[in-house]
């Protein structure tokens, strides 16, 4: 028999869409099931696991299996089904809330086992679903309700943080850029090992407008750097800008200038220029924000390490059923 192949649609589940008009998470989700119908994967081995937020709704729209855990914890629930489970297609969804706040510990120590999933991170700079708080990426001064004088909390830099904590696969896109999100996510399923993609995501109601330099296409060209493995780092109106390097320090020249092969050239497997890249660059307001794949190794996987009896079952039941045990 021949295998019919599934369209987005199949990934599609019967619930309605509860997130509010106007909201990012529309566009993400849309995307998400276009790029899984064109991977050719099953519904019976995806799964997506969502932690709490506005984006953690995402599961209940897919006809996959999936779970809607607690705050904060979805990266500790996948990492148990991942190696319990090696042969199933597993996806975390989460926003900067519930990754960065209060399951902060448990993304950090997910990229660095590096475990074989797929980790999306909406990014909308606000907690949207309690109504208006600011997050751990909410810009410095953020006015909200639970900032009235502004937040004086430095935020976090997502793709600083994930290649400090040894993340094998960074990438970082936004919701109106279908696409780059498109591909983006593509490249993110085929990494072995644990794969993080930040999503910039407009929140309508909470946030309205906070991605605007990097998605109105006017302004997106001052401001963004769309990398492409091999090619030189390029940004402005008519792309006369580009990043080279004084020593190690990067600086913005005029391309009219410089060669081009003079120019920074992006290499998604050197360790050096993504710290840099990460560290510097993408930390600091002098320079354009970078979307793309930031950085791209792959290692020995750890699953692939664990003794298989550690994995079977029958290591569990005899565990359970044994004579191991102790008297206080």
């Not at 089904?81 to 209060?102: F, H």
């Not at 004086?152 to 279908?178: H, M, N, V, W, Y």
């Not at 091999?230 to 008519?238: A, M, V």
């Amino acid at each position: 028999m021949i295998k019919e192949k599934l369209q987005a649609k199949d990934f599609a589940s019967d619930q309605d869409l509860r997130w509010c008009p106007g909201c990012g998470d529309f566009a993400i989700l849309k995307q998400t099931q276009l790029v899984l119908a064109n991977l050719d994967v099953s519904l019976e081995n995806t799964v997506f696991i969502s932690g709490i937020g506005c984006s953690s709704r995402f599961p209940y729209y897919m006809n996959t299996y999936g779970m809607h855990s607690i705050h904060g914890r979805a990266a500790a629930i996948a990492s148990g089904l991942r190696l319990t489970r090696p042969d199933l297609d597993i996806w975390v969804v989460t926003g900067d809330g519930d990754s960065l706040s209060i399951g902060g510990n448990h993304l950090i120590h997910l990229l660095r086992r590096d475990l074989n999933l797929n980790v999306m991170l909406f990014n909308n700079e606000i907690y949207g679903l309690t109504k208006g708080q600011y997050s751990p990426t909410s810009k410095l001064n953020t006015i909200t309700k639970s900032s009235p004088l502004g937040s004086k909390e430095q935020p976090f830099d997502t793709l600083a943080l994930a290649f400090g904590a040894g993340a094998t696969f960074i990438a970082r896109s936004i919701d109106r850029e279908a696409k780059h999100l498109q591909e983006m996510l593509s490249r993110t399923h085929q990494h072995q090992g644990t794969s993080l993609i930040e999503i910039y995501q407009n929140c309508h109601i909470f946030n309205d407008g906070a991605f605007n330099d990097f998605s109105d296409r006017k302004l997106q060209k001052e401001n963004a750097i769309f990398l492409e493995d091999q090619k030189p780092l390029i940004f402005g109106q008519e792309l006369e800008f580009g990043i080279k390097f004084d020593g190690f320090q990067p600086i913005i020249v005029k391309r009219s200038e410089h060669a081009d092969d003079e120019l920074w050239i992006h290499d998604e497997k050197d360790r050096v220029k993504a710290s840099i890249l990460s560290n510097i660059i993408d930390a600091s307001p002098a320079f354009p924000k970078v979307f793309g794949v930031i950085y791209d190794i792959e290692k020995k996987l750890i699953i692939d390490k664990i003794e298989n009896k550690y994995l079977e079952n029958t290591y569990i039941q005899e565990l359970i059923k044994g004579e191991q045990t102790w008297e206080v």
